[in-house]
């Protein structure tokens, strides 16, 4: 889809830059030649950004539903979810014996979500 709308921009870039260029002859000078290249080379650079950026984001939504699809199939799993209630508990019981002194320690669920997030990123897990 954005190399569609890349290749799209880019037909209507050039479209427009040939026809504003010409003269009443169907001739260029040399000069509006450059410019209309330069502008030509400008649109297309853009394009090009706003491509990879549309394709960054998108991976980046994959990823992040991904991970949330393997911690929702992990926290159906008796033994991870009671796991996590637990040391929930321990934590909680901790700040309340520090009176919230000290900062709360992450959720394992909160752990296991950026520990996918990064075995997905460096491809090391299905």
Known sequence: MASKLAKM???FAVATTTMAGCTENGEKSQKQQQEKRLIEKAKVDEA???TEEFLIETDEKKLDSLVELKVKKKMEKDSFRL???EVKKYNDSLD????NQSPHKPDPEILFRKMMKECLKKGMCN
């Open 48 to 50: 090009k950004l706003l």
């Open 96 to 99: 309340q014996i520090k009176g």
């Open 9 to 11: 921009i880019l037909v």
């Open 83 to 85: 796991y996590v209630t």
